[in-house]
């Protein structure tokens, strides 16, 4: 087959998957090597806007640990973590709010403009879109989210933006901002807009069976099998909370979650809209 051929397959192919898909919500949860490389940054924005032209309503939520960290380092602020969590004093909540949702909120939408995409940026205080308590004082300023508000998630995509989301949530116990989990925030967005799918972009294949070997990868895992794979330690470290958020948003109505690897250009676009699933699909029970 030529070349021209196979481009031509290749969107004859796509096509039914954006027949599928028009109109309905994707949010994608952006992080990881992904975030960190410029040449994978350039192929999620890519897919973002192409996404996004074809009619697919696509939210990015992203974190920034990568960059926080290195501005903490910058002022001669320690990063700690307390069971695998940024331990979030008043500084580092400053360095959190400044970078999140001005650095790399505002760089993200540049580049999507760059790109040809109209993206506008948004952080969990803007219209009270995330509102949380502490989850607990050993972490310091770190938040549970307790509600979600997606008016302002909703507004942007019926102006045919696409909404880039920052995950720090307003305080509803104490006048405070809080950190909160970036996975989390995204699952709980997915279902306060009815996602139709839940995208976490991460630095691993999937769910593996043996995390040593990438061909053990597990293309579908069924909600109610998650239990029994946490017991036998085939999901564990910070996978678990990852898993767990996952089976919340189905539970909650997303139809899909899906666990790609970011480290390979162009993931989002081979799942959404080729026959080829690269990573690891959550669904329902049936």
């Known amino acids: 087959m030529s070349s021209h051929e196979q481009q031509a397959q290749t969107l004859i192919e796509a096509l039914p998957y954006i027949q599928k898909f028009t109109g309905k919500t994707v949010v994608v949860k952006y992080g990881g090597n992904a975030m960190v490389s410029d040449t994978l940054r350039r192929s999620v924005m890519s897919d973002i806007v192409l996404l996004n032209l074809v009619g697919i309503r696509v939210v990015a939520v992203h974190g920034g640990g990568p960059e926080i960290s290195a501005m903490l380092k910058m002022i001669g602020h320690e990063s700690r973590f307390v069971d695998g969590l940024r331990y979030t004093d008043a500084t580092t909540m400053d360095v959190v709010q400044a970078i999140l949702c001005g650095k790399v909120n505002k760089d993200l939408v540049s580049q999507l403009s760059r790109l040809g995409g109209q993206a506008i940026g948004l952080c969990g205080m803007d219209g009270g879109l995330f509102q949380a308590v502490q989850l607990d004082e050993k972490y310091g300023l770190v938040g549970r989210i307790t509600g979600v508000n997606p008016a302002p998630v909703e507004n942007a995509l019926a102006s045919g933006y696409i909404p880039i989301v920052a995950t720090v949530a307003q305080g509803t116990d104490s006048d405070t901002v809080y950190n909160v989990n970036a996975d989390t925030a995204a699952a709980k967005l997915a279902e306060a807009l009815h ?48 898993m767990e958020c996952c089976v919340d948003a189905i539970h909650g109505g997303v139809e899909r979650v899906h666990i790609l690897d970011g480290r390979i250009p162009h993931s989002i676009l081979i799942e959404l809209l080729s026959d080829r699933g690269i990573g690891t699909m959550l669904k329902r029970e049936e």
Not at 214 to 238: A, D, M, N, Q, Y
Request: glycine letters at 10%; zero cysteines.
């Open 195 to 242: 996602a139709e799918k839940l995208i976490l972009l991460t630095d691993v294949r999937g769910l593996l069976r043996d995390p040593k070997d990438e061909e053990t990868l597990i293309h579908v895992v069924r909600t109610g099998e998650v239990p029994e794979l946490i017991k036998t330690g085939v999901v564990s470290g910070g996978m678990i909370p990852k």
